[in-house]
């Protein structure tokens, strides 16, 4: 199964959601999650393997694996 992830500074990350290609309403509650939580202040990455990473902005039900993180800030 493809899994959402949301990157938490500092805590690890929590998995939002898993979907199945073949399973239209894991895919629909996945795209769900990913619209609450794809917000202003983050970044949203397709992963596909090492060296493999995709910026997106719309949730991509084809991605193995979707990371949410947030915008990296400096000062």
Not at 9 to 27: F, R
Request: glycine share 10%; charged share 25%; net charge negative.
């Amino acid at each position: 199964m493809a899994k959402l992830r949301l990157l938490k500074t500092g805590h690890g990350d929590l998995c939002l959601a898993e979907w199945d290609k073949t399973q239209p309403e894991t895919i629909a509650e996945a795209e769900r999650a990913f619209g609450e939580n794809y917000t202003a202040g983050r970044l949203a990455f397709r992963l596909d393997g090492p060296g493999q990473t995709q910026a997106i902005r719309v949730f991509d039900a084809s991605a193995p694996e979707i990371l949410i993180v947030p915008a990296i800030q400096g000062g």
